[in-house]
């Protein structure tokens, strides 16, 4: 199994998944681009396509994906290029905004934007990751609950979100279009917690509608960081889609 983790992390953050599925599987994560041990992204390329690049070179032989967040963005442009080496993708609370079709939840979704996008204007990374974080931290510890490191971590970590606009809100790979997911024929599963952001509900929905293959399940209680908070029950749903 291949795991690609979200925005702010590091693959150690599928530790809890990995440990409820040890007796059944080998995990594999790998760091993107200014997250963990990588370096800094060069600003070079498309920082989601390097990730792709990435992940790919991993993909050696057909494996189960998973990704979450933006890293179920870069998990689905994967399964894309290289459908054959993917026995089934799961996507859990992918943050691919182009598959919303309700103008007023990509609306409030820049409004909650805002602030930490001003912040990062103004060169505050700390601030600008402390309030990324409480936007998508639901199911989580919250900033002043995490180690300094980890804090220094997620304003590293924090520049590149602005990098990563053109991949969540443009069809590039023209997969909304009609058939443009039809490559993607293997299981999928599209997840999401109870108490996540309504707009990945409304991106789930967009995605199931277009794949030919998919299922889609709640984690009740669960809120975006549902990998991390809730890793025996991503486990069930990952037993019950294999």
Known sequence: MLAVHCSLAHSGTWRGVAT????????????MLTHGRSPDWDQQGDFQLRNVEAGLSLLA?????????????VALQMAVQRPELVRSLTLIEPVFFVAVEDPDLLQGLELQNQPFREALSAGDLALAARLFNRMWSSGAPK????????????????????????AILKDRAGLLAKGGMDC?????????GSDTNPVIGAVNDGLHQRLPNACS??????GHMVPISH?????ACLRALW
């Open 184 to 192: 993607l024929a293997m299981p999928v599963l599209l997840l999401r």
């Open 20 to 31: 409820a599925l040890e007796d059944e599987v080998t995990l594999t994560a790998f760091d």
């Open 61 to 73: 032989q057909p494996m189960d994906l998973i990704g979450h967040s933006f890293g179920a963005t």
């Open 231 to 235: 890793p025996a029950e991503v486990a």
């Open 217 to 222: 399940t709640v984690v009740q209680g669960a």
């Open 143 to 166: 900033w002043p609950d995490l180690p300094e490191a980890t804090r220094a971590a997620m304003a590293r970590a924090i520049t590149i979100v602005p990098a990563c606009d053109q």
